[in-house]
């Protein structure tokens, strides 16, 4: 069966600490990984990764992909209160149905 | 561009009730999934559609759950008769072929 498995489900920081976001997944016809943010009701569309060992970067978050162990993570370094919401990881198929599916979260809280 | 418009926004009904929420693509997206996410979990896709095709349903309870989208823009999904286990955000979302997914504000549906 196809999962997305994610970790920690959740985690309390204070500002200004790094955190580090894990997502694993056992899928056949892996195409893609993404990762979204969810602060309230809509996910909102962070990275897409294909290639292992690549690092997609913006801003103070980054993310990278390792194909062979079938994990990526997802870095946040220096938090701000701002960034307190749901990290969710999808993994998206190679067939053509472009199918999605997603992790049960992290929960990240950043304190001030 | 114009996001991935839903509505309504917030639904409350009784159980045995009947309900439809509504969705509009980007335009031109011609992949739209229609998701369920239970309180602290992962969004779970119930449906997706490529143009008004069907392309995966397999986890939509056929017996209370339909979904539609004519002439391949926008998308109702229905639920008759709603159960207290439905209670949930509804997240509409679509592509463009395999790129990223864009979701919507989402229908929070709470069943008493």
């Known amino acids: 069966e196809d999962k997305v498995v994610q970790s920690p489900l959740s985690l309390v920081v204070h500002e200004g600490d790094t955190v580090t976001l894990n997502c694993s997944y056992e899928v056949t016809n892996f195409r893609s990984l993404l990762w979204y943010k969810q602060e309230k009701k809509a996910p909102t569309f962070l990275f897409m990764l294909?290639?292992?060992?690549i690092e997609k970067k913006s801003g103070r978050l980054s993310s990278i992909l390792d194909k062979k162990e079938l994990f990526s993570i997802l870095n946040i370094t220096a938090t701000q209160t701002g960034d307190s919401a749901v990290y969710l990881c999808a993994v998206r198929f190679t067939s053509g149905t472009y199918k999605y599916i997603f992790g049960t979260g992290t929960r990240l809280k950043v304190l001030a | 561009e114009a996001g991935v418009a839903q509505s309504p926004r917030y639904k409350i009904i009784e159980k045995r009730q009947s309900v439809a929420f509504w969705c509009n693509p980007i335009s031109g997206h011609a992949t739209l999934y229609w998701y369920q996410q239970i309180l602290g979990q992962g969004p779970k896709l119930l449906i997706q559609f490529q143009n008004n095709g069907v392309v995966d349903d397999s986890q939509l309870p056929k017996d209370r759950f339909s979904a539609e989208r004519l002439k391949g823009v926008d998308s109702t999904l229905k639920i008759q008769p709603a159960k207290l286990e439905d209670s949930a955000v509804y997240l509409c979302?679509?592509?463009?072929?395999?790129?990223?997914?864009?979701f919507g504000q989402g229908t929070r549906l709470t069943v008493v």
């Open positions: 979302a679509s592509s463009f072929l395999g790129d990223e997914a864009f």
């Open positions: 294909t290639s292992s060992g």
